[in-house]
Each structure stands twice: as C-alpha cells, then as structure tokens.
C-alpha cells in the first residue's frame, strides 16, 4: 500500500485531530533535542487509547510502513528522529497521558506511557510517596521514553536505573497485538521477564502504552550540599566517606568539572555560584531519608568537616531552604543546556566501575587534548554510579561543523580508554541513530547474534523504529 493509502486510513481511525500532516506540524517531531538529525514523517499519529494505538500499529504493519515511538523526544541519541525519506510514520504517545491509579500501601502508580516524568514525580508526592527517577529532562520526557530507554539519572546510586521500577507493562507488539502485563507483583517467576526485555529496547521490539512502577516512602529530612572539590580523585573520596557511613541516605552524587559549571554561570539566567571562589571541580551531594529524627544534618555536616581536615574539599554550602536545594540542583541540571549555549559538543555517555572515574577523567581529557588543541572537556555526571557524562566543546576558534566531523575518531579515542577501564560506550542515553556503529565492537559475537534473533522473533518485518539500535 502506499503512503499516502496508509494516511487516508488512519484519518479514518484517529480523527482529525489525531493525525497530523502539515509540514509545519510535523517538523518538531522530526528532529531531535541535539538538533544532530533532521528526518521527515509521512504523518504523525496521535492515539489517545491503546486501542487506536494497537490499531494504529495494526495498519502501518499491514502497509509495510515503519513506525518510529515518540515520547518527549529528549533523546540525547537521535532515538526518536525518523528517517529523511518520508517513508515512517511517527506514533507520539503524548495524549495518553493519564494517571490510572496509585496505592501508597502496594507502593505502586500505574501510569499511561505519555505521562510526563514531572507529572508522575508529583502525582506520587501527592499520595505521600516519592518515584525515585529523576533526570534533568523530566519536565518533557515521558514515562514511555524513560523506559524505552532505561533511562538512569541522580538517583540511581541509590534506587538504580529505570528497569529496576518496572513491576508491570503494557506494550503493543509489532503486528499491532497487546500484551497487557500490568501487574504489580513483587514476586512473579513465572517464564521469561517480558518486560525487562522492552525496558531499554528503544522502540524498536515495541511500544509501551502504559507501565506499573515502584515508589517508596517520601522522605522527611533532605539536605543538599555542593562541594568544591581539588580533584576527581578527592571528589571519589568524599562519596565513599558519605557512602560508608549510610549507603541508605545517598540520595545522589554528582561530579562537575570547573569548566562545565563556567558555562552555566556564564548561559543560564539566575545561576549564582553559592562558594567563595570557582574550583576546578565540584560534588554536589543529596541525603535523603523517610526516618524522621535521623538527624542527616548533623551527619552531613561532620562528614564534611572531616573531608575538610583530609583536604578532600576546600569549601562546601548546605543548603538551608528548598529554594536553595533548588538553587544547587539547578548548577548541575543546567550543564546540558549550557553546553548547547556555549557552542557544539561532542558526548560520551560512558560508565566505568565507580573506584576508575578519576582515571577516566584523566586519560579522556589527556587524550582528548593530544587529538585537537584547544578542545574543552566537560565532564560531569553521576559519579555514585560510575556514569560520566565525557562531553567535549568545541575549540573557541574553530566552526561548528569541523568540530562535529570529528565526532566519531573522538569517540573512538573516548570509547578505548573506556574499553580499558571495563566501561560500556552508553550508560543512561542509549543507542539510537548516533551509536549502532559501535555494537559490533563493542557487543560482537553471540551477544549481538542474541539481539538480532530476538528483534527477528519480535519484529519479522523490522518495522519499529528500523536504524536504531541494530547496526
Ligand atoms: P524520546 O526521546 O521520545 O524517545 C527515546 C527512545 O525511546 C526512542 O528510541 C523512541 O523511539 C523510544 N520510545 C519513546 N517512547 C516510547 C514508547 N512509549 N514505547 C517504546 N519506545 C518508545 N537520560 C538519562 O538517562 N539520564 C539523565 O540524567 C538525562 N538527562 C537529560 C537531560 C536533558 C537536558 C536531555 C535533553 C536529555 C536527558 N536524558 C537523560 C536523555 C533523555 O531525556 C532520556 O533518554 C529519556 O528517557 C527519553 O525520554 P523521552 O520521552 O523524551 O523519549
Ligand atoms: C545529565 O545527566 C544528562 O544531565 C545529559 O544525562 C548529559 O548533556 C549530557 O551529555
Ligand atoms: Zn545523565
């Protein structure tokens, strides 16, 4: 069948207001947050229930015609661009966006996939509970997209990656079928774990319209610090200290090379450095518990004084409001947009074992700067979970476009360091369009074989979201 066949058909289906295709309508669904793609939909389909997504699906498979998920479209991976060639219909999943249950004794919230993680996060504070996800795109990025990415973010030193709040799922299969598999089970051994195999997928083993995840226990004493910290290493030192003494109350660490912090104070409005002086490097610490009486101040505060006298830290604020713990998150929850503000950045969204941060620091930005004079290394990210965001800005002097023609040979020069050190290439961003190049390399051999025969069995016609993931 035709596109064009194929359009008229899921007019028919979803309404007028449930496909769009005016070019200007669909030109924001057809690039991506980094601006690296510039693809073209044949349409965007808008389904307000499973039923006409699955429906949805059910007639693109009978055309032949590709399906690209959307969420928020903050993919850092090029994930939800669809091709240039108007030949794939994009399905965005932003109007099922309905909260369908919460239970503060389960511990569970049982949302459709285009809820905002914002709104999710609020919804389960309402009930007195708190969804432990938190990533600086929350505002935009949707529950879908934050499973389909297994999306990790501040608090995974604590509660690890998204696939670890996952209790149930419902997803639309290939051929337009739905496995409704929202349970919220604690215990259920019962064959194989479907729904860890699409947590992660990317859209392209099928499309998640609804989830069951886990919450915890709100908690009642939080206290936020940012650190300035005289290396990685002392930056290490200080998140084992904080680590050893209560692994329960980390709530997140994060490490932020001087530079990084530069540009947020330099590009984001109302960005003030709460310290004396700049540092070449800072940690920003949150503590976190529900046990009221735990006294984490006083905690919090020793053991920065004891950082203090080891020569750890050279200067550090606590937070004495929200508005303040606000303030400080902001610095960190910047960088990406700062980054883009400054000029063209090339990422690495690498992890390693926690204890090897400081070397891959060292090496990357040694080996970064033998490859190009004058390039900026950035990095910055999760250190409690050995996730480094290894972002590199472009020389001042140089264009925009020579810079990011490198992109691939200083990945490479990145992606061997961190081969060394035990790493992986993507830790939280995924693979998307940018990195499938990578996977023979990197998940060669049966691993990949494995991966390929489980696309196959799932999607015989390769038609979710094709170019992603898979070289
Ligand atoms: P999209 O970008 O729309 O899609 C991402 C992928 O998932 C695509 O492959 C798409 O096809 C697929 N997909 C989307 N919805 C569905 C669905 N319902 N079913 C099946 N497949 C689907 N990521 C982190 O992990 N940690 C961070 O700290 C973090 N911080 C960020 C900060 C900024 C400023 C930005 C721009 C991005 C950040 N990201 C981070 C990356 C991004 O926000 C995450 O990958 C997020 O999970 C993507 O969600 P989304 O709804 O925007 O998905
Ligand atoms: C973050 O942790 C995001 O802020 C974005 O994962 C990282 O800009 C980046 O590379
Ligand atoms: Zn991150």
């Keep these: 069948m035709m596109v064009a066949a194929l359009v008229a058909r899921l007019r028919a289906t979803l309404g007028e207001s449930g496909l769009l295709t005016e070019p200007g309508d669909i030109a924001p669904f057809s690039t991506d947050w980094r601006g690296l793609y510039r693809g073209r939909a044949a349409a965007v389909a808008r389904p307000a229930s499973t039923a006409e997504l699955a429906e949805t699906v059910r007639l693109c498979a009978e ?3 590709p399906v690209v998920p959307q969420g928020g479209n903050t ?3 090029g994930g939800a661009v669809p091709a240039g060639d108007g030949s794939e219909i994009v399905v965005t999943l932003a109007r099922m966006n309905r909260v369908r249950g919460i239970d503060a004794i389960d511990l569970s919230i049982t949302l459709e996939a285009g809820v905002t993680l914002k709104a999710a996060q609020d919804a389960a504070a309402e009930a007195g509970c708190l969804l432990p996800l938190s990533i600086a795109a929350e505002g935009t990025a949707q529950i879908g997209g934050v499973l389909a990415t297994n999306a990790g973010g501040n608090n995974t030193v604590r509660y690890g990656n998204a696939r670890d709040l996952v209790l149930g799922l419902e997803v639309v299969l290939a051929d337009g079928s739905v496995w409704n598999g929202l349970r ?5 051994n019962t064959g194989y774990c479907l729904r860890q195999l699409f947590v992660g997928s990317e859209g392209t083993l099928g499309i998640i319209t609804a989830a069951v995840l886990k919450l915890v226990p709100r908690p009642v004493e939080t206290e936020v610090a940012l650190c300035a910290v005289p290396s990685p290493e002392a930056a290490l030192r200080l998140f084992t200290r904080l680590h050893r003494a209560d ?3 980390v709530q997140a660490f994060e490490y932020m090379a001087g530079t990084g912090m530069g540009f ?5 409005p109302g960005a003030v ?3 004396a002086a700049p540092s070449p490097h800072y940690a920003l610490v949150e503590l976190a518990t529900p046990r009221a009486g735990a006294g984490l101040r006083a905690a919090l505060e020793a053991a920065l004084e004891a950082a203090l006298e080891a020569d750890d830290i050279t200067d550090a604020v606590v937070a004495e409001s929200g508005a303040q713990r606000a303030a400080i998150w902001k610095l960190r929850e910047e960088h990406a947009e700062a980054q883009k503000r400054e000029g063209a950045s090339i990422k690495n969204d690498v992890s390693v074992p926690v204890s090897r941060v400081p070397d891959l620091i060292r090496r990357a930005s040694a080996a970064c700067a033998a490859l190009m004079p004058g390039i900026r290394p950035v990095p910055f990210g999760h250190m409690g979970d050995g996730n480094i965001h290894f972002n590199l800005e472009q020389p001042v002097d140089m264009h925009a476009a020579d810079f990011l023609a490198r992109d691939h040979e200083i990945m490479d020069a990145v992606g061997e360091i961190v081969r060394d050190l035990d790493g992986s ?9 940018l990195k499938p190049y990578m996977m023979p390399l990197w998940r060669g051999g049966a691993e990949l074989e494995a991966m390929r025969r489980i696309k196959l069995a799932l999607d015989p016609s390769g038609l979710l979201n094709p170019g992603k993931v898979l070289p």
């Design 273 to 275: 450095l709460p310290l």
């Design 75 to 77: 993919s850092m991976v």
């Design 264 to 268: 947020v104070l330099r590009h984001i």
């Design 184 to 188: 919220r089970l604690r215990k259920d």
């Design 425 to 433: 290439f993507s830790a939280e961003h995924g693979v998307g369009k």
């Design 63 to 65: 055309a032949g015609v």
């Design 247 to 249: 692994p329960a109350s």
